[in-house]
């Protein structure tokens, strides 16, 4: 069964670095997004990615964050000077349409010391 | 301002009974809702959805309501089972080709044998 997939599965980094977040959504799907998940508080919506653009992103997504689909494939999440506050687990999914269910990736630990 | 509110944290079910989950959103603009489930140290897994133009949906054993005019809907589980304990989450989905959801916070289901 396809299935998004996520890497790496922990990064540990120190405060002020870039990270960058991997992810190889479903091949068919269009809709691209990424979530997180701050322990102990409920998924949230960082941003959707369609047709090769942003389509829409949260207040949290700054200007510290980017994405970025470099080849037919990957879609990424680079986070350029890392705070504390942006440990969380990070989910990337992926759906076919506008209006179906994304599939969710196993997530990345991210912990920012 | 939360948009998805799941106001139980918790619930215990014996095995073989029904669990209800509840759901309540304040957006009138999503068009869809949906229910993922989701065990530690893994991404959510889509379990149904409904269009804000039904008011049930049935898939086995689980079945959501909706109820329009009281911003409202439900999860039921029937028979609960020990593997169905997990974190559920409702999300609300909206808007063209966007597609992104926005979840509440979830609820803990414990099935007890």
Redesign the interface.
Known sequence: EPE?TQTPSHQVTQMGQEVILRCVPISNHL?F?W?RQILG?????LV?F?NNEI??KSEIFDDQFSVERPDGSNFTLKIRSTKLEDSAMY?C?S?A???????????TRLTVV | DQQVKQNSPSLSVQEGRISILNCDYTNSMFDYFLWYKKYPAEGPTFLISISSIKDKNEDGRFTVFLNKSAKHLSLHIVPSQPGDSAVYFCAGGYGGSQGNLIFGKGTKLSVKP
């Not at chain 1, 508080?41 to 919506?45: A, N, P, S």
């Not at chain 1, 349409?97 to 997530?107: K, L, N, S």
């Open positions: 998004v809709y997004y979530y508080q409920k998924v949230e919506f959707s369609y389509s829409e989910f999914a759906s349409g506008g209006h179906t269910e994304a599939f969710f990736g196993q997530g």
